[in-house]
């Protein structure tokens, strides 16, 4: 089973499921600029991968994409 996320941006509250790994640049349909400091919320996930819910930075997705790498 692939991996995917759903991501919230907490600023407008729009969400999206995205399958891992992925481009960050697939977070501008979210509103967001894809920039490691802007701030996301994992809201739920489904498949192997696993960083918990709650807050985090873009730059915090990269241990999600690393992880579905090694898959």
């Not at 600029?33 to 919320?41: A, T, V």
């Not at 985090?56 to 994409?65: K, P, S």
């Given at each position: 089973?692939?991996s995917?996320?759903?991501?919230?941006?907490?600023?407008?509250?729009?969400?999206?499921?995205?399958?891992?790994?992925?481009?960050?640049?697939?977070?501008?349909?979210?509103?967001?600029?894809?920039?490691?400091?802007?701030?996301?919320?994992?809201?739920?996930?489904?498949?192997?991968?696993?960083?918990?819910?709650?807050?985090?930075?873009?730059?915090?997705?990269?241990?999600?994409?690393?992880?579905?790498?090694?898959y």
């Amino acid at each position: 089973m692939k991996s995917r996320v759903l991501i919230r941006n907490p600023r407008n509250g729009r969400q999206a499921w995205f399958r891992l790994p992925f481009y960050f640049g697939k977070l501008t349909r979210l509103g967001l600029r894809g920039s490691y400091e802007e701030q996301i919320e994992i809201v739920d996930h489904e498949g192997f991968a696993y960083i918990g819910l709650g807050l985090f930075t873009v730059e915090d997705l990269e241990q999600l994409n690393r992880q579905a790498d090694s898959y």
